[in-house]
C-alpha cells in the first residue's frame, strides 16, 4: 500500500553544501517510496526530476536522459502523488504564485508536494555539471551553472516546500525543478511564467530521513553550521 503521507529524503543538502557528491542509494532503492520528487545524480551530475515513477536527469549540456534503477543518488527527496487540492492558474509568475498558496494554505511550518502540469509563457532553469573528484563544495560547484530558457513550453513542475526551520536538512522555502513534455527540456527553476497550468498540491504529515551511514565520507564530514544557511542560499536561488 502506498503511503501518501510522507515525504522519504535521502540525505541532506547540508551533505551537498560540504562537497558529498558520491551517489550513496540506487535509483531503484528510492523509488520504493515515491513515485514524485526531485534530487541530483551521482557527482552532483545534472538535476533530477521524478515523474509519474520515472526518474530523468537534466545534465549541464541541456540534454535530458532517463535514469535507470541502478543510479545512485546523494541527495533526493520522493512522495506518492495523491492531490488533497488542485486549481487551475493563469498568467502568473512564480513568485505571484508562491505567495498565493503559500498565503492560502498557511503552509509555512508543513512539507508540501507540488505539481505543476500547462504550458509556460516563459520557463528559466539551470543544471550543474558533472563533478570531478577532489569535488568542490556546493558554492563553488554553482558559481558555472549553464542556463536555459525556452518560451511557450509545455511541461511539468515537480517541488517541494519545506519550513525554514529544516534548512541544511533540505531547502528551508520552494525548491523545484521543470521537465517538458516531450523530455528534451528541463533543470532547476530559476524563474518561470505561467501561460496556463493545474497545480496540484499535497501536505505531508511525515519527513523519513535516510542517512547514507555505510559511507565513510559522510561519517568523518564535519559540517560549517555557520555558513550553511548563506551557502544553501547561494547554490539554490
Not at 510522507?6 to 532503492?29: I, S
Not at 532517463?66 to 502523488?81: I, N, Q, R, Y
Not at 503552509?107 to 570531478?132: C, P, W, Y
Request: glycine share 8%.
Amino acid at each position: 500500500m502506498r503511503d501518501t503521507t510522507t515525504l522519504y529524503q535521502h540525505g541532506t543538502l547540508a551533505m551537498l553544501v560540504a562537497g558529498l557528491f558520491e551517489g550513496t542509494l540506487p535509483l531503484g532503492e528510492l523509488l520504493e517510496h515515491g513515485d514524485t520528487g526531485i534530487g541530483t545524480a551521482d557527482c552532483l551530475d545534472g538535476e533530477m526530476v521524478i515523474v509519474d515513477g520515472q526518474a530523468y536527469k537534466v545534465q549541464g549540456s541541456g540534454t535530458v536522459v532517463p535514469l535507470t534503477p541502478d543510479t545512485k543518488v546523494p541527495f533526493a527527496s520522493v512522495h506518492f502523488m495523491d492531490a488533497q487540492e488542485q486549481r487551475s492558474v493563469v498568467g502568473v509568475t512564480d513568485e505571484q504564485l508562491k505567495q498565493q498558496i503559500q498565503t492560502e494554505m498557511k503552509m509555512d511550518n508543513v512539507f508540501v508536494g507540488l505539481r505543476i502540469d500547462g504550458t509556460f509563457s516563459h520557463m528559466h532553469t539551470r543544471a550543474v555539471n558533472k563533478q570531478e573528484r577532489p569535488f568542490p563544495n556546493l558554492t563553488a560547484a554553482t558559481r558555472v551553472q549553464p542556463e536555459f530558457n525556452a518560451d511557450q513550453v509545455s511541461g511539468t513542475v515537480v517541488g517541494y516546500f519545506a519550513p525554514h526551520l529544516f534548512q541544511g536538512a533540505t531547502v528551508g522555502g520552494f525548491h523545484w525543478h521543470f521537465i517538458n513534455t516531450t523530455r528534451n527540456f528541463g533543470g532547476h527553476i530559476l524563474d518561470f511564467t505561467i501561460d496556463q497550468a493545474e497545480i496540484s498540491v499535497q501536505v505531508l504529515e511525515n519527513l523519513v530521513q535516510h542517512l547514507p551511514i555505510n559511507n565513510t565520507e559522510f561519517r568523518a564530514k564535519n559540517l560549517d553550521l555557520k555558513t550553511l544557511s548563506d551557502d544553501i542560499n547561494e547554490a539554490e536561488h
